[in-house]
T-cell receptor, first 114, second 116 residues
């Protein structure tokens, strides 16, 4: 079974600082990988996804993530944090050719200090 | 166009009562999913519908949980004899097709269920 680990349930950065949210997955076959963001009292919104094209994926709001097969990682980064980035971020995977359901990591709450 | 909608947005019920949660997917989306988000368990898959195929119920936590999808569109998640551990936010998502595992799932705002 797939599993997803997000290191750090809470991450705090200063406005303008680099954002790095970590995600590692367990699978013998590289899955499809996703990052979702959840703002307070809202549903999940897709930031970006990896589906075996370029390993560096660019998403909305200036976020990007790099798929590293050797490290089974898909870390999310943004060069300069903005106050509006404060939210909860979820990494998720779906297995290739094995159904479409998402397996989520535990989430990382990003706090941005002025 | 309209996104995924869910109703009610909040539901408070007493232990032992049955509840029904509704999801209206995006028009034209053939795949529909239910997830549960709770403090203790995080985000968990519950059930998945794809077109006219039999649903994948592998995530349902007990036989008190059931779901149906009528006419390939609206879905209802039913929880019978609710327990306090059922308290959570129930999220519905839809996508254009279910095969392949790479299509974006669009999520609704969720129904917050509180069992007293």
């Amino acid at each position: 079974a797939q599993s997803v680990t997000q290191l750090g349930s809470h991450v705090s950065v200063s406005e303008g600082a680099l954002v790095l949210l970590r995600c590692n997955y367990s699978s013998s076959v590289p899955p499809y990988l996703f990052w979702y963001v959840q703002y307070p009292n809202q549903g999940l919104q897709l930031l970006l996804k990896y589906t075996s094209a370029a390993t560096l994926v660019k998403g909305i709001n200036g976020f990007e993530a790099e798929f590293k097969k050797s490290e089974t990682s898909f870390h999310l980064t943004k060069p300069s944090a903005h106050m509006s980035d404060a939210a909860e971020y979820f990494c998720a995977v779906s297995e290739r050719n094995a159904g479409n359901m998402l397996t989520f990591g535990g989430g990382t709450r990003l706090m941005v200090k002025p | 166009g309209a996104g995924v909608s869910q109703s009610p947005s909040n539901k408070v019920t007493e232990k032992g009562k049955d509840v029904e949660l509704r999801c209206d997917p995006i028009s034209g989306h053939t795949a529909l999913y239910w997830y549960r988000q709770s403090l203790g368990q995080g985000l968990e898959f519950l059930i998945y519908f794809q077109g006219n195929s039999a649903p994948d119920k592998s995530g349902l936590p007990s036989d008190r949980f059931s779901a149906e999808r009528t006419g390939g569109s609206v879905s209802t998640l039913t929880i019978q004899r609710t327990q306090q551990e059922d308290s959570a936010v129930y999220l519905c998502a839809s996508s254009k097709e279910g095969s392949g595992g790479y299509n974006e799932q669009f999520f609704g705002p969720g129904t917050r269920l509180t069992v007293l």
